[in-house]
């Protein structure tokens, strides 16, 4: 359905009084928040990489592992190292991205509805957490590499 138009002295406008290039549609409204939820978006996509990173590198750790073990058999007719630590450092990784992505997208559920209700209080308690996980690997890799070495 055309609306029509008049011609005033500032130009043209619609019959209810607003420019003609103004959205027609009402009924959806968008969030007053949008930077808001963008940068929430944002957020979740950082730590979704962070994730797959962890993961990723967790994968690599293992197989890394397993060709050292390889090699080690074809050399020296035995293993390099008895145990298989990288195995269990490289699914301990991967785990690990896995849940760094789980509370990524419960954090982003909780914080679009807190954003929408205007009610948004930082918590800082997952940050910490990664931080003190991802200390602890390192300290477990550096631990590894000094006894494998």
Not at 16 to 38: C, I, M, Y
């Amino acid at each position: 359905m055309a609306q029509k138009e008049e011609i005033s002295g500032d130009g043209v406008t619609n019959v209810n009084g607003t420019p003609p290039h103004v959205a027609r549609n009402f009924h959806a409204q968008p969030s007053k928040k949008v930077s808001d939820h963008l940068a929430n978006e944002r957020t979740f996509l950082a730590w979704v990489r962070t994730g797959l990173s962890i993961i990723a590198f967790g994968f690599v750790v293992e197989r890394f592992g397993l060709l050292l073990r390889e090699l080690g058999l074809k050399i020296a007719d035995r293993p390099i190292v008895t145990g298989h630590y990288s195995t269990i450092v490289g699914i301990t990784l991967t785990l690990l991205g896995s849940v760094v992505m789980v509370v990524a997208l419960f954090s982003f559920l909780r914080n679009r509805h807190v954003i929408d209700r205007e009610d948004f209080r930082p918590h800082a308690g997952f940050a910490i957490l990664l931080t003190i996980i991802t200390c602890l690997t390192g300290l477990i890799l550096a631990v590894y590499l000094y006894l494998t070495a």
